[in-house]
């Protein structure tokens, strides 16, 4: 782990991207961004400029205010769309009304690093937390500062310096709050000397206990949850179909009645091989009912800190966890078992951003990790989960056995350890 690779600092300058000459360069704190904030009087223009965090570590944007410009490709052409025309809108139309950040300090320190975990989406976000354990175990004397909505505040884990609810919803996140910039910046200036995360979009070999309190899945666990993470908004098929529909007139509770019968459908194939599992739905929304026989563990939004800690030891208790992709499989994937990932055709170029699983052995990783078309019959998919399900210990064994010699007895202790 490179400590200062992880973080960086405010530059004191810029260059000018119009006339190449070197501005002053002061910190500003737009949301998802965080920015400095530049004038050259020389073109008589405001620049302001990405700090490489986040995603802008591959697509850092400058943008000119009186000219109105977005300027800086990066290597990731399209997100200029979703990133950096959006920040320019946000600094031309800032919203001026007062944002509530509650300060939770916890250790005194003299210098920070400020982990900002503010983002539109649910995802980008608890990924943007995941950062935390680098700092943490990076062996400094620096405190870190996590700024948190308030839908994570309950996954900050044990050692932060302090946290800083910002009181937004996600749809609100976007925007630019000169009161939120004010604010942040008061804080910063407590310190003497602030750097910031850099915030990587996809951290990797992560402890989730830390941050939920739950363990990964136990292999030597009797009577294991097999469990479909329930989506209302996006559904197992190869097509919004919801969207496409709805905008035709037609009721979406048809589609997610369906969705349901795919899931029972799914479950009674199963259950004729594998007797002893606990089917289980889990996941956001209570929309309609299942039979008795399947356990159903949903939940109606907002959750409290123990319904989240709820969620997340149903995930750890299943051998497998079965859902549409998207943020809503990232905690179950972090605690459970083995994952079937349902790919919806306009997905596939982000593939395994929302798997979290984790294993020593790529071999046993690529066999827990399990990546499907959205468009799979039922009949299919019960087929290939139930191979699965059957041969996890027997094909850990064999994976095993080069790294460890005889594992036939500690193989579930050391399929667990792995993910650890």
């Not at 000169?178 to 942040?184: A, F, G, S, V, W």
């Not at 951290?203 to 993470?229: A, E, M």
């Not at 002893?276 to 009912?289: N, P």
Request: proline share 5%; charged share 25%.
């Amino acid at each position: 782990m490179c400590r200062d690779c992880d973080s960086v600092s405010f530059p004191k300058s810029i260059e000018c991207p119009y006339c190449n000459m070197e501005v002053e360069a002061v910190p500003l704190w737009q949301g998802i961004h965080v920015c400095v904030k530049s004038s050259c009087d020389n073109c008589g223009v405001t620049l302001v400029s990405d700090l490489k965090i986040g995603q802008a570590i591959y697509s850092p944007y400058t943008v000119c205010l009186e000219r109105r410009e977005v300027l800086g490709e990066g290597n990731r052409p399209n997100s200029i769309s979703w990133f950096g025309k959006p920040l320019l809108t946000s600094l031309l139309k800032p919203d001026n009304k007062k944002i509530e950040i509650h300060i939770d300090k916890r250790i005194d320190c003299d210098e920070v690093v400020i982990l900002n975990c503010m983002d539109y989406l649910y995802g980008h976000s608890l990924l943007k937390l995941l950062n935390a354990e680098r700092h943490l175990d990076d062996g400094s004397d620096t405190g870190l500062v996590v700024i948190v909505p308030e839908f994570l505040r309950w996954m900050v884990p044990e050692g932060v310096a302090e946290v800083w609810v910002v009181d937004l919803k996600l749809d609100e996140m976007r925007a630019y709050y000169p009161d939120l910039d004010k604010k942040i910046q008061r804080e910063c200036d407590r310190f003497t000397s602030v750097k910031v995360s850099r915030a990587y979009s996809h951290p990797v070999n992560v402890d989730i206990s830390r941050f939920t309190g739950v363990s990964r899945h136990d292999f030597s666990r009797k009577n294991p949850r097999l469990t479909f993470i329930w989506r209302g908004d996006r559904l197992w098929n190869g097509f919004n179909i919801i969207g496409i529909l709805a905008r035709r007139g037609i009721p979406g509770f048809l589609f997610l009645w369906w969705q349901r019968r795919k899931i029972i459908s799914l479950f009674k194939r199963l259950k004729r091989n594998l007797p002893d599992v606990k089917f289980t739905v889990a996941g956001i929304g209570r929309e309609g009912k299942f039979p008795d026989w399947i356990d159903d563990q949903r939940l109606d939004p907002p959750l409290s800190k123990e319904q989240e800690r709820a969620l997340c030891r149903v995930y750890a208790e299943s051998r497998m966890v079965v859902g549409v992709h998207g943020s809503n499989m990232l905690l179950p994937t972090a605690h459970a078992g083995m994952v079937v990932d349902l790919m919806p055709r306009d997905r596939w170029g982000n593939l395994a951003q929302d798997n979290l699983m984790q294993d020593s052995n790529l071999q046993m990783l690529q066999y827990r990790s399990v990546f499907l078309p959205n468009t799979i019959p039922v009949n299919e998919l019960a087929q290939i989960i139930s191979c699965l399900f059957k041969s996890v210990l027997l094909v850990m064994q064999n994976f095993y056995v080069c790294e460890y010699g005889d594992v036939v007895s500690r193989a579930p202790k050391l399929i667990r350890e792995s993910g650890a």
